[in-house]
């Protein structure tokens, strides 16, 4: 494992939500401002060793996490708003929060956004390269160079908190191996070939790990997996798992454990921010759907309890609502059934911040993706499926969505990154 020496460069793709609520957070708490409230790598604390040896470390004791003070920031949009207006615009946090550390978000201007109008039909901005698929991940690639050479960083990590693009089916003759998926950006295949996979790849190529907040197709595709591999890069992803779906892995769990069936369960929401507009087309919309839906029949395998969850009805809706904002609402049908079969019904109402259920995923996220670096990992970190709605795996595995499994498996990549042993046991 190496050190965190030197500076870590933070490159955030999108300055909306959930990027300024990340690092007006992160400014705050590095000027003893505020709490982490939601960061596991900044407050859990975790059992190492056992019996009389047994101890509960601080994830930064075990692991050498990358200090707060090292942290420089930047971000990519399509809009010009630096990161005190966007932070203002975006509406989550109280001006009172934003205020003490105003002029360094000012400081933090957009680098122009590698965009495709195509994969983001709501949104239109003139902070944009222009130029083919290759050439953007060439002005990428120079971009990353560029931010570490000025701010002095010695690594970097980039993350994906912008706008969730429109679905894209996997194609084997591009996204399969990693030279046809190059040549298709050569070729500018702009079907295939999403904004995305320009950052990813770029990143990927500087060496700097890549973490993909929303559902995009992007690095979940195996030309991806062996670039990641090639350049001994961590990816992570993808989609930030946050309300309704975090719940779903909660109480999912619980139904199996209790051997209770289920019948139905319908989930609505309504928002009105900025993702919410973007998700208000049915073609970006498609693309959340698959990553939200994965979870329950996951864990309700029905290949073991065929009785008990082989045939549930799971439907999921998005509603834009303007007046909402940031502040969601989720609310969840769920129909269960028990002893001789009698129904019962639960209910969730979930009144949730998204972007402050988001902020601490960023943060854990980039800082586990960087230690991960240092301690000579490549390719899918499965350790961080914890933080995500459709967790990235390996072809030959399944990917885990049980909340506390994702734990326990977080748990043990920290313990065995600090020289501990792992537990033996997920199930
Ligand atoms: N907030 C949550 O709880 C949550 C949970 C899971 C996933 N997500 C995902 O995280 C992402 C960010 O959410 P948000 O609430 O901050 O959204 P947002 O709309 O506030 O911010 C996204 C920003 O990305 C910018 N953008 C779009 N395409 C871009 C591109 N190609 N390059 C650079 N910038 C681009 C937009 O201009 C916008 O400012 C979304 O995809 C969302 O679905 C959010």
């Given at each position: 494992m190496k050190e965190a020496t030197g500076k870590l460069a933070v490159m955030s793709v999108g300055l909306g939500a959930?990027?300024?609520?990340?690092?007006?957070?992160?400014?705050?708490?590095?000027?003893?401002?505020?709490?982490?409230?939601?960061?596991?790598?900044?407050?859990?604390k975790i059992r190492v060793g056992s019996g009389e040896a047994k101890q509960y470390k601080k994830i930064k004791d075990i692991v050498p996490v990358a200090p707060m003070q090292s942290l420089e920031f930047a971000a990519w949009d399509i809009f010009e708003?630096?990161?005190?207006?966007?932070?203002?615009?975006?509406?989550?946090?109280?001006?009172?929060?934003?205020?003490?550390?105003?002029?360094?978000?000012?400081?933090?201007?957009?680098?122009?956004?590698?965009f495709d109008k195509n994969f983001v039909t709501r949104l239109q901005g003139d902070n944009v390269k222009q130029g083919t698929r290759w050439e953007l991940v060439e002005q990428l690639r120079a971009d990353i160079r560029n931010f570490k050479a000025e701010r002095g960083c010695d690594r970097a990590v980039v993350i994906w908190a912008a706008s969730t693009e429109k679905y894209i089916p996997y194609n084997e003759a591009v996204h399969k191996n990693l030279a046809d998926l190059e040549a298709a950006?050569?070729?500018?295949?702009y079907e295939n070939i999403s904004p995305s996979m320009c950052y990813a790849y770029a990143a990927i190529a500087e060496g700097a790990p890549f973490v993909m907040g929303a559902p995009n197709l992007c690095i979940d595709i195996p030309a991806m997996w062996d670039f990641a591999k090639?350049?001994?890069?961590?990816?992570?992803?993808?989609?930030?798992?946050?309300?309704?779906?975090?719940?779903?892995?909660?109480?999912?769990?619980?139904?199996?454990?209790?051997?209770?069936?289920?019948?139905?369960?319908?989930?609505?929401?309504?928002?009105?921010?900025?993702?919410?507009?973007?998700?208000?087309?049915?073609?970006?919309?498609?693309?959340?759907?698959?990553?939200k839906m994965s979870a329950v029949e996951n864990i309700l395998d029905s290949d073991i309890y065929p009785d008990l969850y082989s045939d549930i009805y799971h439907k999921v809706r998005i509603n834009y609502y303007p007046p909402r904002g940031d502040e969601k609402e989720s609310w969840d049908n769920i129909d269960i059934f028990g002893w001789m079969g009698y129904p019962m019904t639960i209910k969730v109402n979930f009144l949730c911040r998204d972007s402050i259920l988001a902020a601490p995923l960023a943060l854990d996220l980039v800082l586990f993706s960087d230690l991960a670096l240092r301690a000579g990992y490549y390719g899918i970190q499965e350790f961080l499926s914890f933080y995500s709605k459709a967790p990235m795996h390996k072809d030959c595995e399944a990917p885990v969505h049980d909340l506390f499994k994702q734990f326990a498996m977080l748990k043990n990549a920290i313990r065995v990154m600090g020289g501990y042993e792992a537990d033996q046991e997920l199930d």
């Open positions: 959930v990027t300024t609520t990340f690092i007006t957070g992160t400014l705050m708490y590095r000027k003893g401002l505020t709490v982490p409230g939601g960061s596991v790598i900044e407050m859990a708003e630096d990161a005190y207006q966007a932070a203002l615009h975006a509406d989550v946090l109280k001006q009172r929060d934003i205020d003490p550390v105003r002029e360094e978000l000012e400081a933090i201007k957009p680098l122009t956004a590698a950006m050569k070729a500018n295949d090639q350049q001994n890069v961590p990816i992570a992803g993808k989609d930030f798992k946050t309300g309704q779906t975090l719940m779903k892995t909660v109480l999912s769990p619980m139904l199996r454990t209790r051997c209770l069936g289920l019948s139905g369960w319908f989930s609505t929401n309504i928002l009105g921010n900025r993702d919410g507009v973007v998700l208000d087309n049915p073609d970006n919309f498609e693309t959340k759907r698959r990553s």
